[in-house]
């Protein structure tokens, strides 16, 4: 049963209103019965994505110029069909129509998101991000916020001069924590970089991730056979996912829907992990909880096995209803209702945008 033609295409570049002010591209995609689905692509900052991605302005042309007036009476059946017209911008860009077309798919039948994508799990377990703090001493503050709101797992941001230490106050002060590691592309295999980063074994780490610049799949493959933690490699796409299976340059995966352009992507990435035997998590990423909802979805596939960061930080405002928040270290999968789960505040976002476009005008 065909979909019905996508006859409107919004996009939104909006900031939240207050604390730092993160910024996303948002994407309203209209069918010709009214069926509305959402995407979000969140401003990385060029960090997460492999290709050096993540720059809004990039992101809003994509979408406005080129990925929204391709789909305008685009003929389709299934998401995975919209491919073709997303492979005309970049990642970000794409993984905001992409999430948009998933949610407008399965709100025209009717169907979880989750359950569209083959989810099983009810909810997910939480994970927290820490990045480098100016005083050491903070780290361990910090995480005892994550582990008191009942997060299982922290992640913690390393980079040359700020690694080791850091890493062994939180292991003293919380043995039994899954504690990742994300070096942020950020070492060589100098003889310092590798003595830090395998000397990240006798912490129990639960995984090492983008130790080395993306792409550069050998170097892991050497630290692979060099540490006990599995290492996790950046990986934007599916080929270089099957090469660094190939290469055994990892045991794990961050599914990041903003670096692998979205949904089906991810999916596939997901399903060819799982059969590897690699441990699976996922991040996600929007201020706007929309980018967040769908890494939930996401998050409910069979492999992925490891705390996620799925949550929006408790406190803020909230754009999305039920807010995508965890709850005791857990955030549950919306089974009941259809698409996303989760109503969008259109005439918040609309308010806060900078930026608007309507395809066609």
């Known amino acids: 049963m065909r979909v019905p033609q996508i006859q409107g295409c919004d996009a939104f570049r909006a900031a939240m209103p207050r ?5 996303s591209v948002l994407v309203r995609l209209t069918a ?18 492999p290709d050096g991605s993540g720059d809004l302005t990039e992101v809003w042309s994509d979408v406005a110029e080129r990925l929204g007036p391709a789909l305008i009476g685009l003929e389709w059946e ?11 911008g970049g990642r970000p860009a794409a993984s905001a129509i992409d999430i948009a077309c998933w949610d407008l798919w399965c709100r025209s039948r009717g169907l979880p998101l989750a359950h569209a994508l083959g989810g099983t799990r009810t909810s997910i377990v939480t994970g927290a991000q820490i990045g480098p703090e100016p005083i050491l001493e903070t780290v361990v503050s910090r995480v005892n916020r994550a582990v008191g709101a009942g997060h299982t ?15 062994r106050l939180i292991r003293e002060a919380y043995p039994a924590l899954a504690l990742i590691v994300d070096a942020g592309h950020d070492y060589g295999e100098t003889d310092e970089h590798l003595g830090v980063l395998t000397g990240l074994d006798a912490y129990g780490v639960l995984a090492i991730e983008r130790p080395f ?51 089906t992507a991810a999916r596939a990435a997901h399903d060819r992990a799982y059969a590897a035997g690699w441990g699976i998590w996922c991040t996600g990423a929007g201020p706007f909880g929309i980018g967040q909802a769908a890494a939930v979805a996401l998050a409910a596939l069979p492999g992925c096995d490891l705390p996620s960061d799925v949550s929006d930080p408790a406190g803020g405002p909230a754009f999305v209803t039920p807010p995508v928040r965890s709850s005791g270290g857990v955030v549950g999968v919306p089974f009941t209702q259809p698409g996303l789960g989760h109503e969008v505040d259109d005439e918040r976002i609309i308010r806060l945008a900078s930026d608007k476009v309507r395809i066609p005008a």
Not at 19 to 23: A, L, V
């Open 19 to 23: 604390g730092r002010r993160p910024q």
């Open 32 to 49: 010709a019965d009214g069926t509305v689905g959402w995407g979000e692509a969140a401003d990385t900052g060029g960090l997460n994505g």
């Open 78 to 88: 299934r998401p995975e069909d919209v491919s073709a017209a997303a492979e005309l």
């Open 153 to 167: 797992r922290v992640t913690v941001r390393i980079r040359p001069g700020w690694d080791i230490e850091p890493v």
């Open 213 to 263: 610049p993306a792409g550069d799949l050998e170097a892991h493959a050497r630290l692979q056979r060099r540490v006990e933690a599995p290492v996790a490699p950046a990986v934007g796409d599916i080929e270089t996912l099957d090469a660094a299976i190939t290469l055994e340059a990892g045991r794990a995966l961050n599914l990041r829907l903003g670096d692998l352009g979205g949904l």
